[in-house]
């Protein structure tokens, strides 16, 4: 600024005073000193020079003081590099760890990952979680429980079948439901209930001869199964095969214990081939276990009759249950008390 002062007073001195006069009548006149034009005219130019350094001067100053303050300033804010570092350094094996989100992070956060990389969190040791820095929640996906299905037993095939049948059975589809009971022996071989009711469907297509046939073959494969055995005996009596059913029913007598139907069978057999006398001692063993039994007393009341057995017959009549028989058996009873009571007398 003196410089510039000490450049002022010089243009001063070497212009001079002007007397007051002329420079009005000059003016009056609409004219100037030509020396007065020139000198005000450098003036301007030397005051638009001086302008010119002061801005720049000041420009450079201020440029000077914003670097001075500008490293204060970047001390505020940490640096994108500094915030992508993680914190807690990420564990190897674990494809997920607690970190600090970034804003990369932050962008790509609604992002679902993959299922593979969903799994238990862990956090690194000597870190506390806290509300700035919390521990990333477990998600656990919920599988659909897949089905194994085994595949049926032999047995459980034949059951199946042999409960489809009583479904037809029940329906009149007896050809349909032999077919099935077929099915279900082929299977399983051991399955009585199904060759018990195959043997009543072939009697019932009269088919006596595979009935026959079917009974023998399960009597053979299990002789202790009282059901087969007992089905196949009649079927041989009602047959006419009064002996070979007897040879067979003895095996059965000789058990330790023989039930009071076993011992009422035999007895009908005994009475078939004219073995009255055994026959009215098979009737009376079956009595000792059910004495209620109508049918089987009547039966004992004929076979003493025609054992000539009548004081015997005449009172296995009248000890019967009469109330219990059908209409037949009724009028046969009461007949025989009828002609045996005028025999007695």
Known sequence: MSLINQMLRDLDARRGPASTTETAALQGLGLTDGRSDSQH?????????IGLI????????????WEKRQPAQQSVLVPAKILAEPIL????????????????????????????????PRIVEGVT???????????VINKPA??????LSLAQQAQRRYNQAQGLLTNGKFRAAAKDLRTALELNPELGEARLQLATLYLRLDR???????????????PANTTIATAYIRLLADQGSYQRALELMQARLQQNFVPADTYALAAALYFRIDEFELSASQYRQALAQNPDQAVWRMGLGVSLEHNNETEKALEAYRNLNIAVLNSASKTFVRERIYALSGRTE
């Open 41 to 49: 005219l450098l003036l301007q130019r030397t005051g638009w020079a």
């Open 54 to 65: 002061l801005a720049g001067i000041l420009i450079q100053q201020g440029y000077q003081i």
């Open 89 to 120: 350094q990420p564990i190897a094996p674990n494809p997920v760890s607690v970190v600090v989100e970034t804003p990369e992070r932050q962008e790509k956060k609604h992002v679902a990952p993959p299922p593979s990389a969903i799994t238990q």
């Open 129 to 139: 979680p806290t509300i700035e820095n919390p521990p990333v929640p477990a998600v």
């Open 146 to 151: 897949r089905i194994i299905k085994k595949p």
């Open 208 to 222: 006596p001869d595979r009935a026959e046939q079917l009974l023998e073959t399960g009597y053979r494969m299990n």
